[in-house]
């Protein structure tokens, strides 16, 4: 059974630091990959992985929603390797201020595959993890 990437961490970070870290492009870049993202909605963006520590792959995505300090959504399509087949997905990121930090929350919904969930599942646990190390390092 296929089933929703959802993920959350605590980050003892204001909501501001937690959604620069998910709204400026040389931010994202730390924790994810290179990108072109702009917080505006319908802005189409990709993100590029780096060839040098895997096959490169670009991600194409949407900005579906966004609501500052709250919400942000986009669409997430790219096609696996050689393979004929493509993930058609939408990432929702929410964050909740809570306990003098900030609540951030990841839904990734729209696998048809279970292979393709796991290696989602896989991916934004190791980038949840740069995430908050990237934060903690950065803005201190």
């Known amino acids: 059974m ?33 990108n072109n ?3 505006v909605a319908g802005h189409k963006f990709q993100f590029s992985s780096d060839p040098e520590n895997c096959e490169n792959q670009i991600t194409y995505c ?8 709250q919400k942000l959504s986009y ?9 004929d087949r493509t993930v058609d997905s939408v990432v929702v990121w929410t964050l909740l201020e809570k306990n003098n930090g900030t609540e951030l929350q990841l839904e990734h919904s729209g696998f048809k ?3 393709d969930y796991i290696a989602h599942n896989n991916g934004w646990t190791e980038c949840l993890e ?9 803005k201190n």
């Open 75 to 83: 669409s997430w399509k790219h096609s696996k390797g050689n393979i």
């Open 62 to 69: 949407e900005v579906l929603e966004i609501i500052p300090l």
């Open 37 to 39: 993202f702009l917080p």
């Open 113 to 115: 595959l279970q292979e």
């Open 2 to 34: 296929v089933k929703d990437v959802k993920q959350t961490i605590f980050l003892s970070r204001p909501l501001q630091d937690v959604w620069d870290y998910l709204t400026k492009p040389e931010l994202i870049e730390q924790w994810l990959t290179k």
């Open 130 to 138: 740069k995430f908050s190390n990237s934060l903690s390092v950065t």
